[in-house]
């Protein structure tokens, strides 16, 4: 169990602190330590609400942040959130790998699970869980202090060294582990001298050995955590960001030091499974150990809502410090809308989890929105965004391009693949997989195997990687001024037409043949967002996070003050291929590349005429209609715009006062 140490905002921005880490797995508490610089006063639990929960998020107040749920549990008037509920579902024997992004909740999940199966933990069970859903929502008792636990942290396993050092420091630290875990249950073992009782072992799987003996000699069973069992790899992802000089020719490579922990760690600690009646592995990347390989991390159903918020749960904590309800669209744009299991999309039982640690950032940034707070939670994503080369030949891996055609189109496909291993064995190895491990993406709510981006953080952290490119490819900035200038003041539309066009049809040629093309909501996200065009430092809200129904966002015009209120539709070039060929199956490459060429000479009146097919909601079943039925019979209140195939955009919208033409 790790206590971090009390410390100020300002003292580590990096560090996991500010509210406490909001376990979404055990009990999760807003401490009343933080409600006052007396802990002494928050035993009075009648002083004013209001005026304690301002001083709860006074940037002078300690703030801790703690990764044992024993912090949670005792300081009366707490805000909790209370996830205990996931362990009655648990069988008698188990082995879990909970895949989650950073600060989720992972290491709270771990102590809670710590805290209920320890058999030292008897004679504070009732107090630790009486009143939480473990026991008050179970038809009948579940089965706890019953194991000794062994909790093992790989983040304190260095891996920023030479290879032949590599093997003495895994020793030492997991030594140091057994022999705590020797002294913490000496007398269960009837150790008299615990502390040397593997001084004479120096081989890891001897002393794993050793221990699992005596266990098993004094008819003891165990409860094994591993918390951040993918941080050595995650180091190496960092190191490889700080760049190559910064590796020598001895540095290890990431399957040699897979191979060391799977040899010298995971095959003994898995080779003790008739001693270990349950198991706990969280981390956020897959690693391919092949000791672990039978362990599925999308097969634990009753620990799909054990780390993170529901909507409810948001919605609760929230209002229960500030007292006021949150609009639930920003939270789910700021604090993410994750679903990590495959099985629930599209069946309507999936609950989609809000990230706790933004969820609490949003709490300060409504409170005090000045006050300095933990911002770094996606550290890991941040590593391995700046990994990501603009061309790879590597099979799977995903490029710089990769990301720009997520944001133009919105959504990635994934080939019916769940999570897929981690490789780093060289630095453009980042797969899609990854980065939804990592925070960046969630599964569509109703469409299997498509990825969408998680919400606004992730969405800024993508922008800040692909912007520069984006705005030198398509010579954005002095351009862009000037055709935004002439579409706002003059209302001549058409440079800033040509422009939007440029864009579109290249990144649509760049997108043949995938599944998800670009649209137009894409395209604005691309441009309007990017820092060459941003006018005067005013911002645009994400774009491509609003509803897919949403058709109309709001960007601002050349003037200062000035909003545009703008009607997006697009018409994808797959739509428009089959219309044409309605028996027919799936178009090759080279029949899209046909038609986009086709429809980029077509007279636009000709165009107006062609079928498009796209699913009817009313008809509950596929329609075919021309391509103007999507254009108003009439000039539209707002400039509308209608993209057909990534080859032609269409502008809809009221002259000017005392301007005969239309458009």
Known sequence: MNYADCIKPEVDAKSNLSLPSISSTGSTHLKRSLWSDDEESCSDI?????????????????????????????????????????IIKFPDIFQYLVLRPPQFGKTM??????????IHGTKRFAKRFRSLAV????????LHSQHLCLFFNLSDISVDSARISILAHLTSQIGAVLDFFLIQYAQELELSNPAHYLEDEEDLERKFAKVVDRVKAHNHTLFVGVDNYDAPSRTLTRCARVGPSFITEDFPTAREIESLLDSCFWRPLMAATD???????????????????????????SLEGACGFTEEEALYFVRSLLDETLDVTDLRRSCGYYDFSLQNVGVGTA???????????????????????????????????????????????????????????????????????????????????????????????????????ANSQVLSLIHSRVDNIVARRYRLGGLFHDAWYKFSIPEDPQFFLEL???????????????KHEPNLRGIFELIMRNPRCIQNG?????????????????????????????????????????????????????????????LVNLPEDDLLARPYTEWSPTLDAM?????????????????????????????????RENDDDSD
């Open 46 to 86: 009648e002083h004013d609400q209001k005026r304690a929960k301002t001083c709860s998020l006074s940037p002078f107040s300690p703030y801790r942040s703690f990764a044992d749920v024993d912090a949670f549990l005792y300081p009366p008037g707490n805000v909790l959130v209370d996830k205990t509920g996931c």
């Open 109 to 118: 999940l771990l102590s809670t699970l710590h805290h209920f199966y320890d």
């Open 135 to 142: 026991v008050a929502e179970a038809s009948t008792p579940v």
């Open 275 to 301: 001693v270990i009646h349950k198991m706990c592995i969280t981390g956020a990347l897959l690693i391919n150990y092949p000791a672990l390989e039978k362990l599925d991390p999308d097969a634990i159903p």
């Open 351 to 453: 609950q989609p989890l809000l990230h706790p640690r933004l969820l609490i950032n949003r709490t300060f940034d409504l409170s005090l929105p000045q006050t300095p707070v933990d911002k770094d939670s996606f550290g890991l994503l941040s590593d391995l965004l700046e990994t990501l080369p603009e061309e790879s030949d590597v099979s799977g891996a995903i490029t710089v391009d990769d990301l720009v055609g997520l944001l133009a189109t919105g959504a990635v496909d994934i080939d019916g693949k769940s999570a897929s291993p981690f490789d780093l064995h060289a630095t453009k190895a980042v797969n899609w997989s990854a980065l939804h491990s990592a925070g960046a993406l969630t599964y569509d709510r109703h469409f299997r195997d498509v990825l969408r981006v």
């Open 500 to 514: 939007l066009l440029t864009v579109f049809r290249d990144l649509a040629q760049r997108c043949f043949g995938r």
């Open 538 to 598: 005013r911002s645009v809200d994400p774009i491509v996070l609003l509803p897919v129904e949403n058709t109309c966002i709001q960007v601002p015009g050349y003037q200062r003050g000035k909003v545009f209120a703008l009607e997006l539709k697009t018409l994808t070039l797959r739509g428009m291929w089959q219309a044409a060929h309605p028996n027919d199956d799936e178009p090759t490459v080279e029949a899209l590349k046909a038609l986009h060429e086709e």
């Open 623 to 655: 329609e075919t209609v021309p391509v103007r039925s999507f254009l108003p019979s009439e000039l539209p209140g707002n400039p509308q715009f209608l993209a057909v195939g990534g080859a032609r955009i269409l502008l809809r919208r009221r002259p």
